[in-house]
C-alpha cells in the first residue's frame, strides 16, 4: 500500500514538472505537499528521494527538496545524447518496421496534431515527447523506452527554461515527416531526420531567457 502511495505521488509530481506547471527551482516543501496527498512525510520523503535519482528534483540538506535547474552545459550534453541513442534507434526500427508500427506513430502524430490545434500546451508538450518513447515501446526495449523517457523528462525542465517564443512549433510536422520516412524503410533519410528534429529543437533554446518560477500548490490543484 504504501509502495503504490509513494508511486503516485511520484507519477504526479513528474507530471506535473515535465506539463510545466513545476518549474525549475520551485522549493517543494514536505509539509505542504503531505498535506495536499494527504500522506505522512515520510511517504513524501520516499517520493521525493526517488524524484532526486531521476535528477527531476535536487536534495540539498539543510534546505530541502528543489524541481531541478538544469545548466546550459547539462543541457546541451543531455541533448548530445539524446542524437546518439536516437539515431541508433531510428536505425534499428526501420530495420524491423511493420504495418502494424507505423499505423500506431501515425495514430500518436494525430494526437500530436490535435493537441497542438487546440493548443493545449500541457497536452502537447507530453505527447511531443512521447512520440520518442513511443518507438522504443513499439521495438520492444522496454530498456531503451526507460532511458529515454527519463531524457525526455529532463528536457522538458531544459525546455521550461531555455525555450524561445518561437521554439519547437515545427516539431509535431517534423514527427510526420520521421514517420513517413520510417514507413518507406528509408534509413539514412530517417536518421538525418531524426538527427536534425533533436537539433532544431536545441537551437530553438534561448540559453539567456530568465528562470521562471512556480509555486507549488497552483501547480498541484
Sequence with gaps: MESSTTSAIVEALTKAIVEHRLHPGTKLAEQKLADHFGVSRTLVRQALFQLSQNQLIRLEPARGAFVAAPSVNEARQVF????????????????????????????????????????????????????????AEL????????????????????????????????????HAEIVRALAARDEEHAVRLMDEHLQHVEKNLSFDRPMPTNDISMALS
Design 139 to 174: 521495438m520492444g526495449n522496454e530498456v531503451l523506452a526507460q532511458m529515454l523517457g527519463d531524457l525526455i523528462s529532463r528536457c522538458s525542465l531544459i525546455t521550461l527554461m531555455y525555450q524561445s517564443a518561437s521554439a519547437a512549433e515545427h516539431s509535431h510536422d517534423e
Design 80 to 135: 548530445a545524447v539524446r542524437r546518439m541513442l536516437e539515431a541508433e534507434m531510428t536505425r534499428a526500427f526501420v530495420r524491423s518496421v511493420t504495418p502494424a508500427r507505423i499505423k500506431a506513430l501515425k495514430e500518436h502524430v494525430a494526437q500530436e496534431k490535435m493537441a497542438v490545434e487546440r493548443q493545449d500546451a500541457p497536452g502537447r508538450t507530453e505527447l511531443l515527447g512521447d512520440f520518442h518513447v513511443r518507438m
